[in-house]
């Protein structure tokens, strides 16, 4: 799948429109005067194809044409592209009409609307091109985005600018630009073939291959994470066990196997040295469980000792202080309570009282005097039944020191005459560790299957891991690439010679590398191109190049559009048009002759491509020969030009 030019059609303000008719697998030369709109044609196109921006020149295509459009024939069928220019200040024009069928009509201008946007385009003319799924991922360490190849990448191989195809530095279109170089290279491989078209697929196998492996490790880990590597876990546990006397001395198995069958005995079995620890141990588990219930009920009595002391100790403090209060009012009985006493006067000094200075009466310190007294009666009389309690507590707890006493001599002396005992509870620990490690080792195996069919699987997948990595590794990717180059080189230094190019004795070869052509000297020094000399070198080089690209595409059936527009490849020969004006001149000349085999070399390669390969170029020249004149589509001369004068009124 690919395309031609088919028409470049301009629809004027004025609702008419231009169509520049073209043929599809041929040389098609536009020849004519400056200023008659011949580079405007790769913008057009560009911008046809949904470039993102609009580089069509300032002028009278921008005051006079409402819409621009494109008839490409494909391989079946044809389709139409239109697209609006940008008006009141935009850059760009989001309006696309598109239109496929067997055969498309060039449609009227009150025909266009928009069907599609610019970018739903590209994918369309991408389709169309054959442009396959693919992707291009940079080297480890790089940190550039992984790159997918589109028609706008396709399209750099189909274009040389007036300014680019005499350019001793940039081999491509846009390659001055920024980006556009790295583009290029990490898509020339896929473009080339070097890169398979289901590269993507082979990518996406990869990685699920790459899925399923670290799954089939990951669980024949856990099935040697299990047995250990080989059996060395079991047979580790299994000679603990004998060493410690939990099994039969013996030597120990073989096999993975036999050790979890003798662990599982070794589990199951019931000790009766562990009868006899139970039976051993009961007296000294009896005192341990009394000492415990001793410390307690010594700890009891301690809590409620100190309680009684203290209560005693404040009885007794409260008793002292009302004896002292007691003494103090006893003087109250120096007075009758029924004798009249003036309370205005001091009973004892007899001095005169304020009113706010008046002491209590008599009768309230009797009062106050019978009611301290019988305080301290019921608290004297209480005083003998708390020093009972004090003294059963001091009692009770001699009593529990005593037997917590008695208790720990009993243990200390039968931990000393049964050393034995101790020893045996020391074993049996060792014992019950070993028997839960194995315990739990045995409850961690799952139903273990053959891990033979697993391994096998994990070799086949690492085969075939292993042969997708090599077909897809960079190394395999460059020589093909190489191998790409040397076909191309090969045409290149063909053609070179053809077209008596400077350094063609020289073995020529495109630098994918630094986008770029290379003269192998014959001293093993490499001659890049932007040192080989003349502009006609380099238009020639320019030339050659594009045409080996192109046929490699076409004979490989690459998804690259099969045409290749060239604006003005003789203007390095002849930049005045009147050199070209006199077409029945029979002067010839060294310059003549140069441009000529420049023509003459395209229309071979078109000719051996046809009808695969279709070649636009706009220029200058206009040579008097019928193989030159039967090329041209039109004549850009004595006032016709791409856009018709009467539109600009």
């Known amino acids: 799948m690919s395309f031609q030019i088919h028409d470049i059609v301009l629809f004027g303000h004025n609702r008419q ?16 005067a400056s200023k008659t709109g011949k580079t405007a044609l790769i913008s057009i196109l560009e911008y046809c194809f949904g470039s993102t921006d609009c580089d069509i020149p300032e002028g009278i295509i921008r005051r006079t044409v409402d819409w621009v459009g494109v008839r490409i024939q494909l391989t079946e069928g044809q389709a139409f592209i239109a697209r609006r220019l940008p008006a009141g200040g935009h850059s760009v024009s989001t309006s696309v009409f598109y239109a496929v069928g067997r055969e498309i009509g060039i449609p009227d201008h009150g025909d266009l609307a928009q069907t599609t946007n610019a970018e739903t385009l590209k994918k ?51 390659q001055s630009e920024e980006w556009i170089p790295q583009a290029i290279k990490d898509t020339l491989p896929y473009f080339l073939g070097a890169v398979d078209d289901d590269h993507v697929a082979l990518m996406a196998e990869l990685r699920r291959l790459h899925r399923d492996l670290r799954g089939l490790e990951r669980k024949l880990a856990e099935y040697e994470a299990i047995r250990g590597r080989g059996i060395s876990r079991a047979q ?44 051993e141990g009961q007296e000294y588990e009896r005192l341990q469980t009394e000492r415990q219930q001793l410390i307690s009920e010594l700890q009891r009595v301690k809590d409620q000792l100190q309680s009684a002391r203290e209560l005693s100790s404040n009885r007794d403090g409260f008793s002292r202080e009302a004896h002292i209060q007691l003494a103090r009012l006893q003087s109250i009985d120096l ?79 039968l931990q000393a005459s049964n050393q034995r005992l101790q020893e045996v509870r020391d074993r049996a620990a060792r014992k019950a560790h070993i028997r839960g490690r194995i315990g739990l080792y045995l409850e961690s195996l799952p139903a273990l299957e053959d891990s033979s069919d697993l391994q096998r699987e994990i070799f086949t997948l690492r085969a075939q891991i292993a042969s997708l990595e090599e077909t897809l590794s960079e190394e395999a990717v460059e020589e093909r690439i190489q191998s790409c ?120 390669v078109v000719q051996a491509l046809s009808p695969r390969f279709q070649v636009i170029i706009t220029d200058h020249a206009n040579i008097n020969e019928s193989w030159f004149q039967e090329c041209i589509v039109e004549r850009w001369r004595e006032g016709l030009k791409l856009v018709p004068p009467e539109w600009d009124v």
Not at 143 to 162: D, K, P, W
Not at 237 to 265: F, H, K, M, Q
Not at 373 to 381: D, H, K, L, Y
Not at 541 to 560: C, D, G, M, Q, T
């Open 124 to 174: 369309i003319l991408s389709s169309h091109a054959g442009i396959r799924l693919n992707l291009h991922e940079p080297p480890s360490g790089q940190t550039r985005e992984s790159l997918s190849a589109n028609i706008n990448h396709a399209l750099l191989y189909c274009f040389q600018q007036q300014s680019e195809v005499i350019s001793n530095k940039h081999l491509f279109h846009r």
């Open 335 to 413: 007075f009758d309570e029924n004798e009249g006493i003036d309370s205005s006067v001091c009973p004892l000094c007899q001095s005169q009282l304020e009113e706010t200075q008046v002491p209590p009466t008599v009768a309230d310190l009797q009062h106050s005097f019978r009611e301290l007294a019988g305080q301290i009666r019921s608290v004297e009389e209480h005083s003998p039944q708390m020093q009972q309690v004090v003294q059963m507590l001091e009692e009770r707890l001699n009593e529990a020191q005593l037997k917590l006493r008695e208790n720990r001599e009993a243990m200390e002396a």
């Open 236 to 279: 580790a546990l299994l000679s603990e066990a004998i060493d410690i006397g939990l099994y039969a001395v013996g030597t120990p198995p073989d096999t993975w196997e036999e050790c979890v069958n003798r662990l599982t005995e070794i589990q199951a079995h019931s000790l009766q040295e562990e009868e006899e620890i139970e039976n």
């Open 485 to 604: 180059v040397s076909v191309i080189s090969r045409d290149m230094s063909e053609w070179a010679n053809e077209l008596k190019l400077e350094h063609a004795e020289h073995p020529l070869r495109l630098d994918t590398k630094h986008l770029t052509v290379i003269a192998d000297g014959s001293e093993g020094r490499p001659i890049p191109m932007e040192h080989m000399g003349s502009g006609a070198n380099w238009v020639g080089y320019h030339l050659i190049s594009h045409l080996a690209l192109h046929k490699w595409f076409v004979r490989r059936e690459r998804p690259v559009p099969e045409f290749l527009l060239i604006d003005q490849p003789s203007q390095v020969y002849f930049p005045e048009d009147s050199d070209w004006e006199r077409t029945g001149a029979s002067g010839r000349g060294e310059d003549r002759d140069a441009v000529a085999r420049m023509y003459q070399l395209t229309i071979k």
């Open 17 to 32: 429109k231009r169509v520049l008719s073209l043929n599809p697998g041929r040389l098609n030369i536009i020849t004519g």
